[in-house]
């Protein structure tokens, strides 16, 4: 038997606004940054897909690069697609990147026409899809002109190849640049992707969360569990089959200094006060004040969603509680 979606799928996942656009987001997405490479356990990957989805999770995000190698996260979600999704394609929403390193030689990385329109071209072969619904340039250029990258945006969507324009690690000063030039040529960019987290405040500081609200366009955060620093996987030690312990390309243990894991301690302390785990509470307070349209979650095991599937259950922040995760993190 092939598979077969959960009937109950939409019964309690909440699905958010993308900004002002008619695009509606769920509100966790799941990321392909880590666990869907050629390394990976291809069955692992595969129930990580049919649980997100099962459970309303709409939203599969990738990027040319994920693995490794590079394009093998494409390569696996295409074959899941071929497999056993393809007649669920129009309940998904897949978006992919193009800007960081791809391939050698001048063309394959950065902001340049060529590049953006030669590596949509190599994610859609890759996924086996004709158009993704999000495509994405992944990181500013500063030495390409931000209208060329804007232009090939623009006729990205004029081609077919994507539905909406979304702009990843930008800060607010240079989004709004870009939004005022894909507004001119009537392309339909709706999403900010950026790093957000109790840990980084990124965000915050370089004007994007409030240049973003501003400008009605939507927000979705990765790492906002610090690459699993805000769980409970490091109170004890490093297991070995945690994202230190068995990758160590983006978290050593060298993030996980005696002060860290001490302010870990200290928001555990806060989120079992609240009667939830670190996990939930750290997604909860990404989203706390409606700014952020959805969270990207990772996960190495399909327990790890459902766990963060608790934070749809309503549990608002009390100021003194919101005031605590603060002494946490400044102490």
Not at 158 to 163: I, T
Request: charged share 20%; net charge neutral; proline share 5%.
């Amino acid at each position: 038997m092939g598979y077969s979606a959960n009937d109950a799928r939409y019964n309690t996942m909440q699905y958010v606004r993308c900004g002002q656009s008619g695009l509606k987001l769920p509100l966790l997405s799941l990321g392909f940054w880590h666990n869907f490479g050629a390394n990976a356990d291809y069955d692992n990957a595969r129930a990580l897909c049919f649980t997100a989805f099962d459970s309303g999770i709409t939203h599969f995000d990738l990027a040319n690069n994920y693995g490794p190698p590079y394009g093998a996260a494409e390569t696996t979600l295409g074959r899941v697609l071929k497999e056993d999704l393809h007649a669920y394609r129009d309940e998904l929403l897949l978006s992919t990147k193009a800007g960081y390193d791809m391939w050698p030689g001048p063309y394959g990385d950065h902001g340049s026409r060529k590049y953006l329109m030669a590596s949509l071209d190599q994610s859609l072969r890759r996924l086996g899809v004709d158009y993704v619904d999000i495509f994405y340039h992944h990181r500013p250029d500063p030495e390409t002109p931000l209208e060329e990258t804007m232009l090939a945006l623009s006729d990205i969507v004029r081609q077919g190849k994507a539905l909406y324009i979304g702009i990843s690690n930008y800060d607010g000063q240079t989004m709004q640049r870009a939004s005022a030039l894909l507004h001119e040529l009537r392309c339909p960019f709706v999403i900010n992707q950026c790093r957000y987290s109790i840990f980084d405040r990124t965000i915050e500081q370089n004007g994007l969360k409030d240049a973003a609200k501003a400008a009605g366009k939507g927000i979705i955060a990765f790492s906002p569990l610090a690459q699993g620093l805000l769980t409970n996987r490091y109170l004890d030690g490093v297991p070995k089959d945690s994202r230190i312990g068995r990758d160590g390309r983006y978290l050593t243990e060298k993030n996980l200094t005696p002060e860290t894991l001490r302010r870990i301690r200290l928001l555990n302390d806060v989120a079992s006060a609240r009667g939830e785990s670190l996990a939930q509470m750290a997604l909860r307070w990404v989203l706390r004040d409606g700014a952020v349209t959805s969270v990207l979650i990772g996960a190495s095991h399909p327990s790890q969603i459902k766990e963060n599937l608790g934070i749809l259950a309503p549990m608002p922040f009390a100021p003194s509680e919101l005031a605590a995760i603060e002494r946490c993190v400044g102490e």
